[in-house]
Nanobody
Framework: QVQLVESGGGLVQAGGSLSLSCAAAGSISSYALGWFRQAPGKEREFVAAIAWSGRNTDYADSMKGRLSISRVNAKRSVYLQMNSLLPEDTAVYYC????????????????????WGQGTQVTVSS
C-alpha cells in the first residue's frame, strides 16, 4: 500500500504555468502513476500517466503539448508540469498509483488505479 500527497497547486493567470508534485510514503518504483482532475460539477478525468519504467507516457488530448509528466523513483515522487494554462484547467488535481501494470504500461482509466492522494486545487483566472 502506498500513500500519496499532492502539492504545488494554486492560483495562476491564464497562460501561466504550474508544477505539481506527488510524494509517496513508500516505494513507488513498481507503480504506474497517473494524474487526474475533477472540476466542479464534472466527472473526474484523465490528465497524464507514466509507466513505472518511465519509458512510456500518455496525455489527455485536451492538454497535449501543454503537459509533461515525469518521475524520480529514488525520490518517490511524480511530477506534472503544466504550461499555457487555461481557465478550463481549473480543477482539483489528483495523483494515483497502481501496482498491477507491467514495466512499460499504464492506464488512462481512473478505475485501474487503487491508490489516490487527496488532491491539490488548481485555479486559473482569466
Amino acid at each position: 500500500q502506498v500513500q500519496l500527497v499532492e502539492s504545488g497547486g494554486g492560483l495562476v493567470q491564464a497562460g501561466g504555468s504550474l508544477s505539481l508534485s506527488c510524494a509517496a510514503a513508500g516505494s513507488i518504483s513498481s507503480y504506474a502513476l497517473g494524474w487526474f482532475r475533477q472540476a466542479p460539477g464534472k466527472e473526474r478525468e484523465f490528465v497524464a500517466a507514466i509507466a513505472w519504467s518511465g519509458r512510456n507516457t500518455d496525455y489527455a488530448d485536451s492538454m497535449k503539448g501543454r503537459l509533461s509528466i515525469s518521475r524520480v523513483n529514488a525520490k518517490r515522487s511524480v511530477y506534472l508540469q503544466m504550461n499555457s494554462l487555461l481557465p478550463e484547467d481549473t480543477a482539483v488535481y489528483y495523483c494515483a498509483a497502481d501496482l498491477t501494470f507491467t514495466a512499460d504500461s499504464y492506464s488512462s482509466r481512473q478505475y485501474d488505479y487503487d491508490y489516490w492522494g487527496q488532491g491539490t486545487q488548481v485555479t486559473v483566472s482569466s
